[in-house]
């Protein structure tokens, strides 16, 4: 069932996080996730929404437009910024997967420690989840990201 719901068009959620594509009409995907999980990584490093707007009309030209200020670098690694710069590609086939995402945060030890003991108890889960069959979707993301 989930590969063939690989695109969809149900739009729930707040506009903040929305991807071009969706400002366009089109279907989402997981690059679609990946440029949310970009706008809440600008988020956590910033503490201001990367794209922001008095209307929906205007967040939507904002958001289309694909700039965003850059992190303070004598906070954060030039590596951070080029993850958030890659995930908040206007073309959705230039972003990485979810798994390049964990693989590069992990490889950069940018993080914090307990970062990193967080993403572990959420691998955990996940684990628990496919191997009990309680969630499909679960499963889907164990299988798709630490296989």
């Known amino acids: 069932m989930l590969a063939s719901a ?5 739009i729930i959620g707040t506009p903040y996080y929305l ?22 990584l ?3 490093c910033t503490h201001k929404r990367a794209f922001e707007a008095e209307t929906l ?3 939507i030209k904002v958001i289309t437009g694909g700039s965003v200020h850059p ?10 910024q080029d993850l958030i710069d890659s995930m908040l590609s206007i073309l959705p086939e230039k972003r990485p997967t979810i798994k ?3 693989i590069t945060l992990l490889l950069q030890h940018t993080f914090p ?5 967080r993403l572990r108890f959420l691998h955990r889960s996940m684990l628990a989840s496919c191997r009990s069959g309680e969630d ?3 499963r889907h993301l164990y299988d798709n990201v630490w296989d």
Not at 6 to 10: G, H, L, P, W
């Open 6 to 10: 690989k695109k969809t068009s149900t």
């Open 19 to 40: 991807a071009p594509e969706l400002c366009d009409g089109k279907p989402y995907d997981t690059k679609s996730d990946v440029w949310a999980l970009g706008c809440l």
């Open 42 to 44: 600008y988020e956590m």
């Open 57 to 59: 009309v205007g967040l």
């Open 71 to 80: 992190i303070n670098l004598s906070l954060y690694e030039r590596g951070i």
């Open 100 to 102: 390049q995402v964990l």
């Open 113 to 117: 420690r307990s970062f990193y003991f």
């Open 136 to 138: 499909n979707y679960y």
